[in-house]
Structure formats: C-alpha cells, structure tokens
C-alpha cells in the first residue's frame, strides 16, 4: 500500500503540542544572543507559554483521534493523558527551577530550550504509535535530558552524573535498536499494530522465540529508562549529581513517558506472546522493589534516597504491567500521575532547601523544618506520607488499584511481597518526618529563606493534586480506565 | 444525614478548624479543644438513644453513599451494640485528654490538639465503617496522629517508639489490604453486610484454603494492634514514650481497633477457618495473659507496668472471642470498655504523678497516701477495678469471659484465672511500693489533685461503679449484636440457631450454655 505523504490539517492539529513546543525552544535558543543579560527571567516565562500552550493543543487533539503520518503517530486516550502529564511535569519544572537558576548563576535559554526539547520528545513517545517514532522520541528526549543532568557545568558532580547517564544510556538504547531490528527482521514491520497481528497468527514456533528475543532486548532498553532492576545501578548517582530541579524533572517526566511506551510495545504488539515476557517482567518488578526498598534504608543523601525511592515506585508500576491486564494498564496510568504529584513535590521542597551549591541535601540538614517553616513541612508531609501510601493520598489509591491489578491477574505472591515491601519503604519516609518534626531545629534550617512564588506553586498545586487524587480518584481513574484499552 | 455523620465529621472540621488558629493563643486553642471535644460528646450521647428507647434493627444510624465507582467503594456507616459503646468510649476519653494535656502539654500546643481531634476522626471511623475499604482508610488514617503524638510528645526514646508503632502496624495493615482486595475479587463488592449475606448465602464461595489464609491475612493485621502474644513488642514502648494523653488513646481505644476487627470481621467472615485456628490462639491469649502479668509484676516502671498488664487484660478479650459462645463474645465487648474506663485513668493518674515528680519509676515515690490522700483514693479505686474487684467494672467482663470459656474447655479458663490473680499481685504491690510507707522529702512536698484533675477522675470513677453494678445498661445492646455475629459462627459448628433476635435470645443462650445465665 503506497503510503500517503501529504499530511492533512487533521494530521497537523494531532501532532500540534509537538510543533509548539519545538517552536518555543528554537525560538529561545535564537532571541538569547539578542536579549540583554538582566532580561534573562523572561525565558522561564515564554517557557511556561509554550508549554500552557502545548498543554491546551494536547487536550484539544484529544477531540480528533486517530492515526496520522502513515499511521506512525496514534492519538488516543492513552496519547493524550501522557502528553497531559508529561506536560504537566514540565510546567512544574520551570517553577520549581528559575530561583535555583539565580541561585547558580546559570539561567539561560538553554536550560529552557532543552527542557522543552525534552518534553517534545516525550509526546512524541506518548504518541508513537511504531517502533522509529518510538526511537526518535526517545533519543529527543534522552539527549536532552542528559544535558540537562550536567548542566552546571563547572560542577563536578553534574559532570559525572551527565557522563554516567550518558554511556549507560547509549548502551541501553543500543539494546532498544537492536531488538526493533530484530522485530522488523521477524514480523518485516515496525507498526505495532502489524506486530500485533503477525504474532496473533503464530507464524512458527521459530518466529514466536525470535520475537521472544526482540522482547527481552528491547525491555532492556525500557528497563533502563524507567530504572527497573536490574538495570537501575545508574539512577542513584544520577539522581544525586544533576541539579535539584532537573531530579525533579527526571524522576518525573522521562520516567512517565518511557512507562508510557513500554505499556504500548509490550500490551500491544507482544500482547500474543505475553507468556514469554511476563516472568522476566514479574521478577524485575520484584527485584527492583526490593534494590529500591532496602537501599534508600541506609541512604543519608536525601536525593540519593528519593532515587532510591524512585526505583522502588518503578518497581510497583512493574507490577501493574507484568499483571498485564486493562486494569493493570489503568492501574499504571493512575500511578504515574500520582507519582508524578508526589515526586514533583518532594523534590521541589529539595530544590528550596538545598540552597547555593546544594550546600544541604542530607536527611539530617532538614532537622527542625517543621516548626521553621510549618507549611513548607506539611505540605511535605502530604507528598511523604503519599509515598508511603496512607489513605486519602493519590499515593495509596495508585498502590491499591496495582495491587488490584495483580491480584485480578492471580499474581497474589507478587502483591504480598510488594505490599510488605511498602511497609518497609515506611520506614525510610519516616525517617524524614522524624528529622523534620522530632530534632531541633540546626543552622541549615534556621537560615532558610521563604519560599521563592514558582516553589510555592508547584508546592500547593502538587499537594491539591496529590490530595484529590486521594479523596476522588475517580476523577482520574474513570479517564485512565477508558482509554486503556490501547485500541488493541 | 444522620447524627452519626455529624459525630464522624466533627472532629475532622475541629482538626481543620485548629489548623487555621494562631499559634500563639495557646489558651484558646486549648479552650477551643475541650469545647469541640465535650460538643462531639454530647453529640455522641445521642447515639444511645435507639438502644435505651427504642427498638433497635441490626444496625442505625445507617448512611450508603458512594465514594469511588470503580472499584465499589461505599461510604457505608452504621452502628451497632458494639460499635455504639467504642464510639462513646472514644468520645469520652478524647475531652479527658484534652484535660490530662492543659498543663502538661507546653510545646507545639496547637499541633498536639489539632493530631489528637485528627485520631479521634480515625478512631470513630473505625468503629462505625461497614465497608471494608473504608474500615481500611479509617484504620491507616488513624495510625499518623498518633505516630506523631509519640514522636514528637513522648519522652527519651520516643522516635524509636513511634516509628517501631507505625512500621509494625503498617505491615499487619498491608496484609488486610491483601486480603480485602481479594475478598473483593470474588465477591465484587466491599460491603460488609454483602459480603456476609453472600458468604452465608454461598454466592461467595471461597475454597477452605482460601478462607484460611484470608483469615489469617486479617488476623494478623488486627494481632500486631491488639496486640497478641508475640507481636506485642510494640507495645510497651509506644506506651512507655508516648504523652500521657497519647497512652491513654493508644491503650483505651486504638488496641480496640483489633479486637473490634477480629470479633467484627475476622471471625464471622472465615468462621470455619476461625474455628479452626481457635486452638493456637487461645493459647497465645492464655500466654499473654500470664505473661503480661508476669512481666508486669518485675517493672520498675509504672507506665511499662500498666502497659503489660493491658497485653495481660486484652488476652481475656481475645479468649472471650475464641471462645465461640455469647457469654464470651459479651465478656470480650464488656472488657474492652472496662479496660478502656480503667487502664485509661490508671495512665492518667500514672501521668498525675508523672507531672508533680517527674518521674515513672517506682523508686522514685513511696508514702504518697500522705500528702496527696484523694489522688491516694481515686488509684485506689481504680486499681480495684482493674483487679475485678466484684462490683466493680473489670470483674463483669472477666466473669463473662472466663464463663463463656469455662463452657468450652475448663482448663483455659483455669489457667486464664491465673492471669486474675496475678493482676491482684502486681496491681497491689505497686499500690503499697508507691502509696504506703514513708514519704522522702521530696515526696512530702507535693500538692494533692487540683480541681481540673477531679474533673477528669471523677467521670471514671462513676463509669466504673456504673458498669460494674448496673450492667443492664450496657449488656443488652452488646447481646443483640454479638448474637448476630454469633449466628453464623455457630451455624457452622452444626448447632442450629436462628438468626438471634433479641426476643429469643435468652432462650436461645440457656439452650446453649444450659445454665442460667444470672451474670447478666
């Protein structure tokens, strides 16, 4: 079938969220020589722009599904409520990032434009509807962020994080490519759609391992992406080195969407095969659950154990695709979006108590914030405590409907070693809180300044979010639930 | 709405109201806590009502709304004979702890009231959810106030306390949380009352493996909060940290929470699995009766004394439960009020004397009779109470339960009995080492109950003799209730009963016990 190259206005509007953002960011990268040095805080501003803009043109998209540009691009629920939070994540990134620039002395309209590259590259996985998009999308959105993760420059720290993401990241992506090559060598198609229906139709026990292979390839690369054990020997050190609010970011954002397209290659095109990928999924989920768990036990950095933190919470979301089921899909939606409040938060309240040269980033510096700045502790109480997975927090909600999933999939060892594993992870959120309510207040809290507008922001917003993804989830879960279904 | 939502919801509206006073005016937030406490009271007392003056059905005061679609989550409330008496427990004691912390309590003021009226929301919850998830969130969101109550109020080692408290729970809760959701797979719903109705009916039908470890998935949940014999090592140390006000909700509310859940939930859901298991948890509770005593006897430490001498008394509740039969059902209801009336004023006056002193060992007092002659009176009593002295509340409820056991298996009820008079022992001494004799210098100097402290004794002091002497108050609302969960515990051990209606119910018990019951 000869393919269509003369894209539709239909096609244009699909793809709108994308052309914005990458306008937005070329159009930074060009006014900077030309703007004047004290007028630099006006990127953050024409930043938030593009993204509100992006964020508008996705929702409005959302009323046009289909497939567009030969079908490589898919805009679907499942596209939009990625886009959405993937977007989302980026707004909050640029509040959370514009003191800690000052700070530094490093505001410029690169950090800006990469940002946005970066999310672009994101929507583009959201939407990717074959494995090239998927790649690309992927490569726009890692490049940028290992940029991003070494962005001080002059900062040692950065320097390693960005040189360890960078090479560990390449090597994982490598597998990706090889993997895609060894589909397109099986099924003679990228189209996860056409994946699909040759591996329905059998095609010979060689086809099926062949495609077994490519699976366990490619999940390699996914595995990476999303800090799955055990490929997530990275993301401490990683976590610890880039600069507070890119943490943030990436905790967030790359993480969402590279869950976003691992759901969509493995649910739709090895859904035949789900026999052949679930076991290494169900034991990588419980794997990285456990890494996570007892290693942010013995962590005194704060980032370090957040990232631990966050390789845990991967680990959950694992959970929901080895379960495999649409309600393990809807499980892992609702997750990420909860995740994503919660994490933002946590690390928004880093990015304010860190100060200049993330002078203050261990557990202990936090000591007596509670009484210093009683907002600023409760609100980071909410996001802990949703962490942990207490009830009336999005947190818990995500954790339950996981653990549902699991257990609809007859996975029941699964969810009670996953469970008792968040009982321990209570302990080490725990511990924050002691520090923050239990010891006196020190110097590292005492001089703490008041929260800079973009923190506060993100602070309240992220701990609304959080919150009502607790007491209503249906709000959320009802649009998760139906555009699960990925149009398999 | 009904007053059981207002009763619910108020404390959650104080919490936020607390939250929004400024900090400074410690007088009035003070004020403001006792108001909204004695108001939620009040309010509470109306609960009563169908019980004395009516008739009441199975369950009132009942509300079903839905909360979530998918999965079915109900907010579903009611109360019954059991849960009606927890509520008013919990209502009643949060004022007289708002009382114990006026003066004692001098740091952080508003955040202290603000944790406590946000416990006693979790605590009320807990009582009254009759849908299962619900029962869960009630039951976690209750477990943060009082983690930072300990935390941040407690004495030395109050961090190790207070996360040892949440951590344990936490992993008993998890389990529940297995169990619900799978309950909730086969049966498609959370309601409590479904749920049953479909158990009995058979339309929810789970293998005997399954029900087995379901049974035990909750079990452990509500042992570690109870807390049984050996998952009790929380215990003593979330008691012994915790303030004053923050012990006295811990042991005469929150390890309700678990007995609450095991005769509420655990049993009547997975009765043959309950039946089944009866053996090896009666002997844990008979070892953790004597135990606790034993252990309590050798503390130099008064509040590490009471706290072992509650793993000790919630030993006779577990007994009552296992016991099967409606006297110990009764017993085990009637006992956990009575250790809530009166292991909750022995921590009060524990922490009246914690605040002249400053100090919980007993070494450190001695001839306090002396100069404080009415503190010297109201331990005494309540020391009594906690014995069972007859008359007295604590002897009902261990009568009640050593009877229903006693009709099942004699020797549980003897060695139980042991556990009576070793509570004498303990409780008698401690009264002689730090009443009686000589008082040291210090001693002497220290001034006797002021009129705040009478106002928080004296509610107690009434509760006991009431619920020891005019047991009719109480007894046939329980009885009601308890028959209902009875019913089809005792419809699998192949004793045909129906479905206990008050009416019948005496006829129904002698037929069981056959004997008179004229305890009651």
């Known amino acids: 079938m000869p393919a269509n190259f003369a894209p539709t206005a239909i096609d244009y509007l699909r793809i709108l969220p994308e052309i914005l953002m990458i306008i937005t960011g070329t159009l930074i990268m060009v006014l900077e020589p030309l703007i004047g040095g004290n007028k630099r805080n006006a990127f953050s501003s024409v930043t938030l722009v593009g993204f509100i803009a992006a964020l508008v043109a996705a929702v409005a998209a959302n009323d046009y599904p289909g497939l567009s540009f030969s079908n490589m691009l898919i805009v679907d629920g499942f596209a939009t409520y ?25 505001a410029s309209a690169e950090y800006y434009a990469l940002l946005l590259f970066s999310v672009a590259g994101q929507c583009v996985m959201a939407t990717a509807n074959e494995l090239i998009m998927i790649f690309i999308g992927l490569e726009i959105s890692s490049i940028a962020t290992y940029i991003l993760a070494g962005y001080l420059r002059d900062d040692k720290r950065n320097n390693e994080a960005a040189l360890k993401y960078f090479l560990l990241g390449s090597f994982a992506t490598a597998f990706l490519l090889y993997g895609i090559a060894w589909i397109y060598g099986t099924t003679g198609s990228t189209n996860l759609g056409e994946i699909r229906s040759f591996l329905m139709n059998g095609g010979g026990a060689r086809n099926l391992t062949l495609a077994g292979t490519a699976a366990a390839l490619m999940f390699v690369g996914f595995a990476f992406k999303v800090s799955a054990a055990p490929f997530q020997i990275w993301a401490p050190d990683v976590y610890q080195g880039a600069p507070a609010p890119v943490t943030l970011f990436m905790s967030a954002g790359p993480k969402a969407a590279a869950f976003a397209v691992f759901m969509r290659v493995f649910i739709v095109a090895f859904g035949p095969i789900t026999n052949r990928w679930e076991p290494f999924v169900w034991s990588s989920a419980l794997l990285t659950m456990v890494i996570g768990n007892f290693a942010a036990l013995l962590q005194t950095n704060i980032k370090r154990l957040m990232a631990y933190s966050s390789i845990a919470h991967a680990g959950y979301v694992m959970v929901a695709i080895a379960a495999h089921n649409q309600v393990g899909v809807a499980a892992a939606m609702f997750y990420l979006a909860a995740y994503a409040f919660m994490n933002i938060g946590a690390f928004a309240v880093i990015t304010h108590f860190s100060r200049q040269g993330e002078k203050y980033v261990n557990v202990e510096d936090l000591a007596g914030l509670g009484w210093k700045q009683p907002v600023t502790a409760a609100l980071f109480s909410i ?18 409907y996981i653990f549902k999933a699991a257990l609809d999939a007859n996975l029941v060892w699964l969810s009670i070693l996953g469970l008792l594993n968040s009982a321990v992870a209570a302990y080490y959120y725990l511990r924050i809180l002691v520090v923050m309510y239990m010891h006196e207040p020190g110097e590292s809290t005492l001089t703490l300044e008041p929260l800079s507008p973009g923190i506060r922001t993100t602070l309240w917003a992220a701990a609304l979010g959080t919150l009502i993804l607790g007491i209503f989830p249906s709000l959320l879960l009802n649009f998760a639930a139906n555009s699960s279904s990925l149009g398999k | 709405m009904t007053l059981l939502d207002l009763v619910i919801f108020l404390p959650l509206a104080a919490f936020l109201l607390i939250l929004f006073l400024p900090k400074e005016h410690v007088d009035g937030i003070r004020r403001f806590s006792l108001v909204a406490s004695l108001a939620i009271f009040v309010a509470s007392l109306g609960l009563i009502g169908p019980y004395w003056f009516g008739n009441p059905g199975k369950y009132v005061f009942e509300t079903d709304l839905p909360w979530v679609n998918s999965p079915a989550i109900r907010y579903h409330v009611a109360i019954d004979g059991i849960s009606l008496w927890l509520v008013l427990l919990t209502t009643l004691l949060t004022p ?81 949380l297995v169990g619900i959701t799978y309950l909730y797979n086969q049966a498609g719903t959370f309601d409590y009352a479904k749920i049953m109705a479909g158990l009995q009916n058979g339309s929810i039908a789970p293998t005997y493996q399954e029900q087995l470890w379901l049974f035990l998935a909750f079990f452990i949940a509500f042992a570690i909060k109870v807390p049984l014999f050996p998952l009790h090592t929380w215990l003593p140390d979330a008691h012994v940290e915790a303030p004053t006000a923050g012990s006295v909700m811990l042991a005469s509310v929150m390890l309700k929470m678990g007995t609450y859940g095991l005769l509420r939930f655990c049993v009547p859901m997975f009765p043959v699995a309950a039946r089944n298991c009866s053996g090896w948890i009666v002997t844990l509770a008979i070892i953790g009766i004597i135990y606790g005593a034993l252990v309590a006897m050798v503390q130099p430490n008064m509040k590490k004394l009471v706290a072992y001498s509650s793993v000790s008394h919630l030993g006779f509740v577990v007994l009552g439960i296992f016991s099967f039969t409606q006297q110990g059902f009764d017993g085990a209801v009637y006992q956990m009020l009575n250790h809530g009336v009166s292991t909750g004023a022995l921590f009060i006056m524990v922490g009246f004397l914690y605040d002249r002193r400053h100090s919980l060992e007993i ?111 109480f007894i046939p609302s329980i009885s009601t209730s308890t028959a209902v969960i009875l019913g089809p515990v005792d419809a699998k051990r192949d004793v045909h009963v129906h479905n206990a209606l008050p009416a019948s119910l005496h006829a129904q018990q002698s037929a069981l016990a056959k004997e008179p019951v004229d305890a009651r």
């Open chain 1, 82 to 106: 990625f886009r959405v939070l993937v977007i989302g994540v980026g707004i909050f990134t640029v509040l959370s990032s514009a003191q800690y620039l000052r700070r530094e002395h490093a």
């Open chain 1, 383 to 400: 996001f802990l405590l949703s962490l942990i997975g207490v009830p009336l927090t999005g947190g818990f909600f995500g954790k339950f």
């Open chain 2, 96 to 176: 007289l702890c708002v009382l114990v912390s006026w003066k004692s309590v001098q740091k952080r003021v508003k955040e202290f009231f603000a944790f406590l009226l946000l416990l006693e929301f979790g605590l009320i919850g807990v009582f009254c959810a009759f849908d299962l998830f619900l029962f869960f969130v009630f039951w976690e969101v209750s477990l943060v106030p009082m983690y930072f109550l300990i935390g941040v109020w407690g004495h030395e080692r109050r961090i190790y306390a207070a996360v040892k408290f949440f951590v344990y729970t936490m992993a008993g809760s998890m389990l529940m």
């Open chain 2, 363 to 473: 070494d450190a007092y001695g001839g306090v009779a002396t100069p404080l002659p009415k503190l010297a009176t109201v331990f005494m009593i309540t020391m009594l109470a906690s014995i069972g002295l007859p008359m007295l509340n604590n002897f009902v409820g261990e009568f009640l339960v050593l009877q229903g056991t006693a009709l099942v298996n004699f020797w549980w009820a003897s060695f139980a009995a042991i556990g009576v008079i070793l509570s004498a022992c303990y409780m008698l001494w401690l009264y002689q080492r730090v009443f009686f004799g000589k008082a040291s210098a210090e001693v002497s100097l220290l001034k006797d109950l002021d009129l705040r402290e009478y106002a928080i004794s004296v509610p107690l002091i009434i509760l006991m003799v009431w619920m020891g002497t005019f047991t009719q108050s």
